[in-house]
């Protein structure tokens, strides 16, 4: 097995990933790496012409994923940008939170240049599951279609 990456598990009617790294960062980048590409299968056709940072904070990791994948879609949504250049900087424990910050990049989706995936509805904390060993992170997790 890769020490990063991610793939797509049988689910009868949403989408179910499992996402892995050598780190809780990486492990985050890769699954949303796999949000982007349930919206647009070809990563390789985005230009990544446009920056954005991401800065979360939330009670536990996985509410910190939920809401760092609710991003996402939240940024789709509003102002139509896929992305295919995904780097979380640090995870890390605050006083009372958990804390992320990413930087993204992407372009606006055109339908005449990339190729129209699945509309993800929404992120479920259903079959959600952070796990961390030593030298590796393993994350499953399913989003509403």
């Not at 390789?44 to 879609?73: G, R």
């Not at 055109?110 to 993800?120: F, S």
Request: charged share 30%.
């Amino acid at each position: 097995m890769k020490k990063f990456g991610y793939r797509f598990l049988d689910h009868t009617a949403d989408v179910s990933v499992e996402s892995w790294g050598t780190s809780l960062e990486e492990a985050f980048e890769q699954t949303a790496y796999s949000l982007m590409e349930t919206i647009t299968p070809n990563l390789k056709l985005i230009s990544p012409v446009n920056h954005k940072t991401i800065k979360i904070e939330a009670e536990d990791k996985e509410a910190l994923l939920f809401d760092f994948l609710s991003e996402f879609l939240y940024i789709f949504d509003v102002e139509q940008l896929v992305f295919n250049d995904i780097k979380v900087h640090k995870i890390e424990k605050g006083q009372k939170k958990f804390q992320l910050v990413a930087k993204i990049k992407g372009e606006m989706f055109d339908k005449k240049k990339h190729e129209i995936g699945c509309e993800v509805k929404a992120i479920t904390y259903s079959f959600m599951n952070i796990e961390e060993k030593k030298d590796q992170v393993k994350i499953n997790i399913v989003f509403d279609i």
